[in-house]
């Protein structure tokens, strides 16, 4: 099973700064690497696939890079509604996995 | 546009079956792939099974393999989970969520509760 380590925990930030949230594969995944994005009492909502591919709708400032082991999730100015739990998931093995999730909080 | 709809959850005795189900519309369900994402109360995600876009290939986390089956009826744009030997770890809110096969899952329902407790 492939395991998705994310850090940190928890990033404490102002609106307007830039956010860099890390996720680190225990094998290669190639680029077969996805980020959500959750509010409470909300579903996942997927922001990046394959790495570095926005998905649908989702707004410029949301950046991701990496293969192989080693991903990054960038928000390059935050604004009030990406403070959020997000979370990395890998589908080049089966089972899928999730990373346990950074929150990004209000400093 | 897609919309999912989970239904089936409820609270149900240590050792007991289940079944939810999700109803897809807004885009041709018999195409698509189909998987169940659960969460546990204050945590994070987990991934519990994924089905082919025919029903011929599944699979399952380790935490659920022989006690939790996945099938889906294109006829009816319906998504199941049958749930057996519960436990009180699986409660949790399931997701039903368009995709995570051969790609990732963009869309995803509301959730259905699962509560298992005596």
């Known amino acids: 099973e492939v395991v998705l380590t994310q850090s940190p925990a928890t990033l404490s930030l102002s609106p307007g700064e830039r956010a860099t949230l890390s996720c680190r594969a225990s094998?290669?995944?190639?680029?077969?690497l996805a980020w959500y994005q959750q509010k409470p009492g909300q579903p996942p909502r997927l922001l990046i696939y394959?790495?570095?591919n926005r998905a649908t709708g989702i707004p410029a400032r949301f950046s991701g890079s990496g293969s192989g082991t080693d991903f990054t999730l960038t928000i390059s100015s935050l604004e009030p509604a990406d403070f959020a739990v997000y979370y990395c998931?890998?589908?080049?093995?089966?089972?899928?996995?999730f990373g346990q999730g950074t929150k990004v909080e209000v400093k | 546009e897609v919309h999912l709809l989970e239904s089936g959850g409820g609270l149900v005795q240590p050792g007991g079956s289940l079944r939810l189900s999700c109803t897809a519309s807004?885009?041709?369900?018999?195409?698509?792939?189909m998987t169940w994402v659960r969460q546990g109360p204050g945590k994070g995600l987990e991934w519990v099974s994924s089905?082919?876009?025919?029903?011929?290939?599944?699979y399952y986390a380790d935490s659920v393999k022989g006690r939790f089956t996945i099938s889906r009826d294109n006829s009816k744009n319906t998504l199941y989970l049958q749930m057996s030997s519960l436990r009180a770890d699986d409660t949790a809110l399931y997701y039903c969520?368009?995709?995570?096969?051969?790609?990732?899952?963009?869309?995803w329902g509301q959730g259905a509760l699962v509560t298992v407790s005596s």
């Open positions: 969520a368009k995709g995570g096969f051969y790609g990732f899952s963009d869309n």
């Open positions: 807004g885009f041709t369900f018999s195409d698509s792939a």
């Open positions: 089905v082919g876009f025919n029903g011929a290939s599944t």
């Open positions: 094998q290669s995944v190639d680029n077969y």
């Open positions: 394959d790495a570095s």
């Open positions: 998931q890998q589908r080049s093995n089966w089972p899928r996995t």
